[in-house]
């Protein structure tokens, strides 16, 4: 029985940092506030959404933040200089959702 934890620790992925601006191990905690918005999407209601991809933010800003696929694929297609009303049709967004995260991705970092 003492070989079964041996082994666990032997084929074990190795851990990967969490955030590309954290030079850290995980698990850790970080000041770091991650990207988002508060954005009204086509049901209506307005919320705060995720910029980037959960597994690269230690922590999401509030506890209600949601990861959806579609606003950070704008957000890094926006990133590349696509305009808001080609995220809008393309990543199939509200053009005013469209044209926030277009301007999040344009803004530097801080301001």
Known sequence: MRLLPHLTKLTAPARRRHHATDDRPAPHTTH??????????????????????PNTCPSPTGPCARYEPRIHLAYLLAQQGHDAHWLAHYADLPLSAAERITAAATTPPGR
Do not use: I, K, V
């Open 32 to 53: 770091h506030p991650c990207p988002h918005l508060q954005l009204t999407l086509h049901d209506g209601t307005e919320r705060d959404y995720l910029l980037d991809s």
